[in-house]
């Protein structure tokens, strides 16, 4: 676990934008 709480929030945060990108240039729309 990161010792920054801000920090592992910041990675999930980039994480779920890269997901959400995945998603958009698949044409899948929720």
């Known amino acids: 676990m ?3 709480p ?3 929030l910041g ?3 980039v994480a779920a934008a890269i ?3 995945g998603y958009l240039d ?3 729309f929720l």
């Open 6 to 8: 801000e920090r592992k």
């Open 19 to 21: 997901i959400l990108q």
């Open 2 to 4: 990161p010792r920054n």
């Open 26 to 28: 698949e044409g899948h």
């Open 11 to 13: 990675d999930d945060a």
